[in-house]
């Protein structure tokens, strides 16, 4: 996704009205940082993928990437969360739970209770129809402190339970227990356009031009330079705080510009931006001295967010008008606010979307049978009582399961399972469930469909398509993400300094892990022995 186009909105205005960024500079004088005996840092690297990453190293392009593997434990297949959109991956990543447990449905949903089509930021023309101001709250605002539920637990949350710092470096997501006042610049203070928003930090939080340490980083937070949401904002942050014993036990850092550069060029040849990315991981395993010492001081996880499947060149082909397909309904205009006589909101996260149905009088089954019309649909999915139904596009049967009945999956979950397997593609061998190319899917998709009240239909796009609308992305002859095909899911890990690894090689799994490899750190200085995490 476009990871900072909610501050490129920003951005716009202050270009337009040419007036100047104040930056938020924070000290770290004051931070008395306790200094952890093996700290872990998280790299976050925006649409990292496994074979362009192999392409790289292999040309001698990408020699820190090189290092860190040769050195650690590659994990090219991690499984992403569902829809495989940052914001709702990040929120994954932190509490260790699936969208229906921290209720971040996507980039872009409707929030029935309010009557509200919420967008994080999806592309420029959407945003400026929905309310620069609309879209600034929900991003620096009900993202982590309405919207991410109360009842999960953050790992910034969970570290300071017991005593233990975290950072936070341009992570969209990233609540915690200290509190802090996002001031606006002059320009739109004055325009009403963002108010001041107390929001609840990690220990240390850098947040592009709103939050940051590094006096000298200025430079790279400017209005041409996204406001400080790109690589070497990122990158510098957290050299500072390891150069100045800053460093504390738990810090994610988010790297978004190779993101830009898949969307564009696709998913197979972004070895221009892999290139950029390993040049900012040098310099920042320079400030040890040597690599090597860089990898005996902390644990590194290095790691992508999501993949990108290839959208064909053929706009007429390869861009899905849910709009041409559906319109015999009343579609909601995003312009304007959700009126009486509206019988559908589309909330489209590139590859995947959410449709919902707002009028009574028309089955969810009625809707779907337009979709199924449509080969370029892979799945579409809706829930019915406490069952979910999924059919494909082009495709006859229906396939329905439920969570907790007589087939067990890799993950040790359990399924009602009836109908024709092959839509989901999964296999079974007695009463075990195998996953093809949607991994983990009845997890995730069931996951999706709780995420959020409303009376909503899912649908995702086969490689080479996407969904779109008025006013939202498109990437023909690029590449997009959201969907639950394995080429937008699965990621590469990198990891160093440990032995252990996950229970199972998801994005949701991470989290207990983190806070196991932080345990097991605090014990060792108390000398606890603890059992491996394997």
Aim: aromatic share 10%; net charge neutral.
């Amino acid at each position: 996704m476009l990871y900072a186009l909610i501050i490129i909105m920003i951005v716009l205005v202050i270009i337009f009205l040419r007036k100047a960024l104040q930056p938020a500079n924070q000290s770290l004088e004051h931070k008395q940082v306790t200094p952890p005996s093996h700290p872990v840092i998280l790299l976050m690297i925006d649409s990292l993928m496994n074979e362009p990453l192999q392409k790289a190293v292999k040309e001698g392009r990408a020699p820190a990437f090189k290092f860190l593997m040769e050195h650690g434990h590659y994990y090219p297949n991690v499984i992403s969360s569902y829809p495989t959109m940052s914001v709702t991956i990040d929120s994954t990543l932190l509490t260790g739970t699936y969208s229906d447990k921290h209720q971040v449905p996507g980039l872009v949903w409707f929030d029935e209770t309010q009557k509200r089509l919420v967008n994080y930021g999806s592309a420029r023309a959407e945003v400026f129809k929905l309310g620069i101001k609309n879209v600034m709250e929900y991003i620096l605002y009900c993202l982590n402190h309405s919207h991410l539920s109360n009842d999960v637990e953050t790992i910034h949350e969970a570290l300071d339970k017991i005593g233990l710092q975290s950072a936070s470096i341009n992570a969209l997501v990233y609540r915690g227990n200290e509190k802090m006042i996002l001031r606006p610049p002059k320009a739109l203070s004055k325009l009403n356009l963002m108010p001041k928003f107390q929001v609840q930090t990690p220990f240390l939080f850098s947040y592009g031009a709103l939050a940051q340490y590094h006096p000298k980083n200025n430079q790279n937070n400017q209005p041409w330079k996204a406001f400080g949401f790109n690589d070497k904002f990122t990158a510098e942050e957290l050299k500072y705080f390891i150069q100045n014993r800053k460093l504390p036990s738990f810090t994610i850092a988010y790297f978004p510009d190779l993101d830009k550069n898949v969307h564009k060029e696709g998913p197979i040849h972004p070895i221009n931006g892999i290139e950029k990315v390993d040049k900012e991981l040098q310099e920042i395993l320079n400030v040890y001295g040597s690599w090597d010492k860089a990898l005996k001081d902390a644990v590194w996880i290095v790691m992508g967010d999501s993949g990108q499947a290839e959208v064909g060149k053929d706009k007429n082909r390869s861009l899905v008008e849910l709009r041409s397909i559906l319109d015999s309904y009343k579609i909601h205009d995003v312009k304007e606010p959700v009126k009486e006589d509206d019988q559908i909101v589309l909330g489209l996260n590139e590859r995947m979307a959410f449709i919902y149905n707002l009028d009574q009088n028309i089955t969810i089954e009625e809707i779907v049978k337009h979709l199924k019309q449509d080969e370029r649909i892979q799945i579409i999915a809706w829930k019915n009582g406490t069952n979910v139904n999924a059919v494909a596009g082009g495709k006859n049967g229906v396939f329905t399961f439920r969570p907790d009945g007589e087939y067990t999956d890799e993950y040790d979950q359990s399924w009602f399972l009836n109908g024709e397997y092959s839509i989901l593609d999964l296999s079974i061998n007695e009463k075990l469930v195998g996953y093809g190319v949607y991994p983990d899917v009845l997890a995730r998709l069931h996951s999706s469909l709780h995420s959020h009240s409303g009376n909503y239909i899912i649908v995702d796009a086969k490689p080479g398509f996407e969904f779109v609308s008025e006013g939202t992305p498109t990437h023909p002859g690029g590449a997009a993400h959201g969907s639950i095909h394995k080429q937008d899911s699965l990621v590469p890990m990198i990891v160093t300094g440990t032995s252990t690894k996950p229970e199972h090689m998801r994005i949701v799994d991470l989290k207990p892990w983190i806070l196991h490899l932080l345990r097991q750190g605090t014990d060792k200085q108390n000398n606890i022995v603890e059992k491996r995490f394997d």
